[in-house]
């Protein structure tokens, strides 16, 4: 190979490394003009490096289809920038599977019911999701600064992460699998029909108080911070800040709960504002008591086998995705109802116990939140297939140290804890992607090793 | 705008390969979205004209072609990545390219096979998009840089390994 040859072939390559996998810069630019304009050969390798880069997005890539939004959303299609939904790797082929849907619903159809102004807009979010809006337009393509009219929205998983600013600045999130209706016709109205929120509620209008009502109470705020965890015959109310008046539906009983205290709504207890407990280190699942707040297929203990939860599948149909690829996910309640708080210490380790029924990458993470009720991300960790044997028990000691914050909220990173230390653990959950693994887990402990 | 579903499905499975299309034209990711959406946006609207069993994709590439050279139309020179001459040199001549690419896919998942483990963790890591660059760095004890040159390294060897192999076929 000739001198000059050599030259022009070590810049190219160069270049193209850092196109791909980096952007150029203004001279990088100009070289590469240069180098192409006069060179064939090096045209022809453009072409393959190019190629190859392509084919690897499209083999290992899980896909990328929010350019499909602005012919999906009419709302979207104006940014110049559309902000991708911040899905990572399943995530993204939920979003197909969003895209797609929508694609079918909305074609030929341009939303007519909505009301001129809208209440509130999405300011965060993650993981997937489902919204309702007025008229029962079901809507899975969300994105952040998205305007919403009033509706419901669901958590469809143990990783779904939501947050809405309503026009006043009051804040609500959900995160995990939670149902909430939102409606604000001159007085905020909320309905938590499984799961749990928390808010952030800005002095409201004389006489009208936020309202927010569960299946077991209704909860009157004028400007607070404060979370709620509904479950079927109860509802848990935590103030952080400020004060809340508490209804019990079934026989009209008030009281009013202020700062750090929690009151229980349900038939067989006092309706008596406690101070908030203590938090604690240590916590450990017992699926012996059923499957309670548990998210998955719940299986009684069965000759040597002990309780367990089963993942559970979140498909995407072979109409939305030809590929079908699926989620397998399971998860349970930590610091949620009226168990105290669970905040992890730099120490803290994870025990899971469980069996998997073909050997396969697992996904062990934990959704937590911060003292005063804010979201504080999703930690996860991952191990590889080859730790687990195939249909056999097993048993891992994770530290809290290897668990990294979930990539697909980099977009969020900025607000968010870099570690998962002094952090209220508010789920902890497992998944596999894709194929169908078997995963059940029998136990899940944080604990904190004692010195010998 | 009434779509058919057959017509939706072969949108939704041309968008990493315009994607790759546009990518290379532009030499711009945020570029290259962007032309993609306008795309979707022309092909949607010229839905009607697309005839079911025909070449979705070639159709589909030959609008983005017209994009490409619309949006050049639209933009000042200095955000342009490519010269119009060098763009000219460049591009579309997709015909061939898009067969020889399709051969390519097919033979990368062999090639991908023959590698070791741990390079193929990382191309996973890097194409599956769940981790930052930090993060891969950060995984493999490494530093950014040093990351981006493995992975040259990696594209470079799977480069070799497909030329190999479509020689083999006579491509």
Known sequence: ?452 | MELSEEFILELTEVQQRLFGFLFKRLADREQAREVLQRTNLVLCRKADNYEPGTNFKAWAMTVANYEVMAYRKTQVRERLVFTDEVDALLGPDEDGRSSAQSARVAHLSHCLQGMSLKNRELLDWRYQGERTMDKIAEDVGSTIGAVKVKLHRLRRQLLGCIQNRMKEDGI
């Open chain 1, 1 to 452: 190979m000739k001198e000059e040859e050599k030259l022009w072939k070590d810049e190219l390559d160069a270049l193209l490394g850092k196109l791909v996998d980096d952007g150029l810069t203004v001279a990088d630019k100009a070289r590469l003009n240069e180098i192409l304009q006069t060179e064939p050969g090096a045209r022809e390798f453009y072409h393959e490096y190019l190629d190859l880069h392509g084919a690897l997005e499209e083999r290992l890539g899980v896909p990328n289809f929010s350019p499909l939004n602005a012919v999906i959303d009419p709302e979207t299609k104006e940014e110049s920038k559309p902000t991708p939904i911040p899905f990572g790797g399943w995530g993204w082929a939920v979003a197909a599977a969003v895209a797609i849907g929508l694609f079918i619903q909305f074609s030929g159809q341009q939303p007519e019911a909505k009301p001129e102004l809208p209440i509130a807009q999405i300011t965060k979010l993650s993981g997937p999701l489902l919204w309702t809006g007025n008229g029962g337009q079901v809507n899975r393509n969300l994105q952040a600064g998205s305007k919403l009219f009033g509706g419901t929205i669901e958590g469809m998983a143990p990783d779904a992460w939501f947050e809405l600013e309503f026009n006043d600045g009051s804040q609500v999130v959900i995160a995990g699998n939670s149902m909430l209706t939102i409606s604000d016709l001159g007085q905020k109205e909320l309905r938590l029909r499984e799961g749990s929120f928390s808010a952030n509620v800005m002095p409201q209008p004389k006489g009208k108080p936020m309202l927010v009502r569960t299946r077991s109470a209704l909860f009157e705020v004028m400007g607070t911070r404060f979370s709620v965890d509904a479950e079927l015959s109860s509802s848990t109310l935590t103030v952080n800040e400020g004060k809340v008046r508490a209804t019990r539906l079934s026989d009209g009983s008030t009281v009013e709960v202020t700062a750090r205290h929690r009151v229980v709504a349900a038939l067989d207890c006092e309706l008596i504002p406690e101070e908030m407990p203590d938090s604690v280190t240590l916590w450990q699942s017992h699926l012996e008591n059923g499957r309670k707040r548990n998210y998955g297929e719940w299986m009684p203990a069965h000759g040597a086998e002990p309780p367990h939860l089963k993942t559970v599948p979140l498909t995407l149909s072979a109409k939305d995705d030809r590929k079908q690829r699926t989620i397998h996910t399971l998860s349970m309640p930590v610091s949620q109802g009226d168990h105290p708080p669970v905040v992890l210490q730099p120490e803290t380790k994870i025990r899971v116990r469980g069996k998997i029924a073909s050997n396969h990458r697992i996904w062990f993470g934990m959704t937590l939140r911060r003292e005063n009720g804010d979201f504080a991300g999703r930690f996860q960790t991952i191990l590889p297939a080859e730790e687990f044997k195939s249909g056999e028990p097993f048993e891992v000691v994770l530290n809290l140290s290897d668990y990294h914050l979930d990539p697909s909220l980099a977009q969020w990173a900025e607000s968010l804890p870099k570690a998962p230390y002094d952090l209220i653990v508010q789920n902890v959950w497992c998944h596999t992607l894709w194929d169908p693994a078997g995963l059940q887990v029998s136990e899940i402990e944080l604990m904190i090793p004692t010195e010998e």
